[in-house]
């Protein structure tokens, strides 16, 4: 009979130590990521189910890690909201994306908004507006080609501060987005109150749309939902025809996923935006 004795510790004890120097390993070389210019930023397309055209994109962070090579932002994004260090990123996001967008406009391609994604502690910058402002002059992009996507919780910490900022970041004339709706713990009721213009359903209803009644349910539920207060839905990780098929006869309005186009880099999203391919 196996009991759990010293080794069975000692294996744990090691790979715990391992987990946690490998994470101070991440943490340390994140430090230096943005100095040494290790980020890239990725391009997915969001196309219109009506006119099949594509209208805009969602920037995404990547890390081109010297050993590593491409480090997701699922595994890093957390350890740079924990040390702050999301701010200086999350800077360097938004000033690359409007850059990148105000060169493909300039190049000549038909004008597409870009998306970023903001993190908690970015919005709860008192200088979040100021610093949009600052990007926006800087790389000369006009404020109507910027999207910004926000989650439901960072909304629901203090809800009336949050309409404040919003209304300010709307103000500039901007878009904004909520993100991953459905699993945040937001109340309807305040859904009203948020002046966006988008809402994105979260992948997680979408993955198993055709087996799981209740996220189908859900699905058509959101949809119906932005319908009625006059929000544009963008339904994210549309994987397939029958994804797609389904949205549209709900009346979605917009699909993002692998079904049209993974995340690309800027050459191949520009090589897209060449093409000029429709859904
Ligand atoms: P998100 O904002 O919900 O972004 C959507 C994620 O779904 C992306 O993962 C995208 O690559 C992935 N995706 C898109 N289409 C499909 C599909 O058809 N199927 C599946 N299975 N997945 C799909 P990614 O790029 O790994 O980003 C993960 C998360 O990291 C993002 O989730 C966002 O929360 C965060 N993130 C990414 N870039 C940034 C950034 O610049 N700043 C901040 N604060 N967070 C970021
Ligand atoms: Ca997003
Ligand atoms: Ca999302
Ligand atoms: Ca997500």
Redesign the pocket.
Known sequence: KLMPGKNVYQYFSQEMNQRVSERLRLEQDLRSALDRGEFR??Y?PKVDLVSGEMHSM?????WAHPESGLV???RF?PIAEETGL?IP??QW?LEEACRQNRAWQDAGFPPLRVA????AT?FAQPDIVDSIVAVLEKTGLDPEFLEL?ITESMLMEDVEDAIRILRELKGLGLSLAI??FGTGYSSLSYLKRFPVDCI?I??SFI?ELLKNSEDAAITSAIIALAGSLNLNVTA????TLEHVDFLRRRGCHEI????FS??LPPEDFTRLLREGRNL
């Not at 970023?116 to 993190?119: D, K, W």
């Not at 993002?256 to 079904?259: A, D, L, N, P």
């Open positions: 930023l990725f997915q969602e920037a995404l962070i990547r997701s932002p699922v994004i999301i990123i999350g996001v970023v994604n903001l993190s970015q996507e993100d991953d994105k979260d992948q993955a994210e990780g549309v994987e993002q996923g692998y079904y993974r995340p």
